[in-house]
């Protein structure tokens, strides 16, 4: 049955979540802040966005209560993992997974 992601943070996590899914033939959207990487997935996410997702606004644009998940891949940067998963629950996304880099962020993650 075929799902819809959104996919927020493409790093090395991210990129490899966005192509695993694109290969499953699943309705993928790649979301992240920096051009480069949402470059690089042009041709296999169903649809691409360079576009910072602790922006409230943003997330509300992209209608992340539509998406079956809602992926954050964002390790590297803690407050913008935070942000925007709980950005994305308030928005009324439907299941929220969230990438953990530290126990600590895993333990706050879980929280929101």
């Known amino acids: 049955m075929r799902k819809s992601f959104a996919v927020f943070g493409l790093g090395r996590f991210g990129e490899s979540v966005v192509r695993a899914l694109a290969a499953a033939h699943q309705d993928v959207l790649a979301v992240d802040i920096n051009e480069e990487p949402v470059n690089e997935l042009m041709d296999v996410a169903t649809q691409t966005m360079i576009a910072d ?14 998406f079956d998940y809602v992926i954050i891949g964002i390790g590297n940067n803690m407050e913008a993992s935070i942000l925007t998963t709980m950005l994305s629950k308030e928005q009324g996304a439907k299941k929220v997974i969230a990438k953990a880099e530290t126990s600590d962020q895993g333990r706050v993650l879980e929280r929101v």
């Open 53 to 66: 997702t602790r922006d409230e606004q943003v997330l509300r644009d992209l209608n992340v209560d539509t």
